[in-house]
Every structure is written in C-alpha cells, then in structure tokens.
C-alpha cells in the first residue's frame, strides 16, 4: 500500500503524528486548566478578602480632595459596584495640637469630600458611612493628619 522509501509518505505519516500529538496535549492541557479552576476560584474585586484601607492626603487647611485621589479610589467603587453589601467607612483626621473644634471640623469636611465623590460614582448614601472625626495618634506627621481613611466593610 505504501512504498517505505517513499520520502513524501514518510513526512506526511509523520506530520500527521506530531499534529495528532499535539492535539492531544492541547486538549490534556485544556482539561487541567479547567478542573485546576474549578477547584480553586479566582480571585475577583467582588470575591476578594477584605482591601487595605486606601489614605487620601489632603493639603494643609484644605478639604479640596486632591485629583490624584479618585485613581486609588477607583478600585473601592468596583468592589462596592459588584457586591451590594458592602459598606464605605470614611475616617477623617485631624491634628491633636491646635484648636480641636476647628480640626475636627476640616477633617468632616475631608470626609464629605471623599464621600460626596462616592455618591457621584453610583455608590447609594446609606452605603457609606461617615465616622467622627479622630486625632491622628500623637508623634505622627503633620500629613498624617490631614487624611482620610476609606475601607469596605
């Protein structure tokens, strides 16, 4: 039927090995990826363990947030988009020196700002939660305590 010496036979009858090999390492590959992810979900921003706190410093005196600051913020949103039961906790802080009233006062005004850019993402107000203001822990840098702290819950 074929003539052993044939060269073209001999390429064709081995090419059509290698891609029958190949083939069926494609499919063994295809097959350990797919039972290797069923085992193990990946993860996703909604499946996520919990984020780090994100800090959004803020100028001196200032309750502006700064333009940089909706970038980093970017990622809660999606979280928050994706799962319906999470919460948004804003934390402003101020400096322990000074007039305290005062202090505490930019550091609301700080967390509405961050707040109100939540509300303007899509994210509903009674997902976010607004915390008092607190004195950033004493010895901490003035930059310290000009922040506010943002966390799923």
Do not use: C, W
Request: no cysteine; net charge negative.
């Amino acid at each position: 039927m074929f003539d052993d010496n044939d060269p073209e036979t001999g390429f064709a009858v081995g090419f059509a090995v290698a891609a029958a090999i190949f083939v069926a390492l494609f499919a063994v590959g295809v097959a350990l990826v797919i039972t290797s992810s069923a085992r193990q979900p990946t993860a996703t921003a909604a499946t996520a363990g919990p984020l780090a706190p994100i800090r959004v410093y803020f100028e001196a005196g200032q309750d502006r947030m700064p333009d940089e600051a909706a970038a980093r913020l970017a990622s809660l949103v999606a979280v928050a988009m994706a799962d319906s039961g999470k919460r948004i906790v804003i934390s402003g802080y101020h400096e322990r020196s000074g007039d305290a009233g005062f202090g505490a006062e930019v550091a609301r005004q700080r967390a509405y700002a961050v707040r109100d850019f939540f509300r303007a993402a899509g994210i509903a107000e009674e997902r976010i939660v607004l915390e008092e203001p607190r004195e950033a822990a004493a010895g901490s840098e003035d930059r310290e305590a000009r922040r506010v702290e943002v966390m799923l819950q």
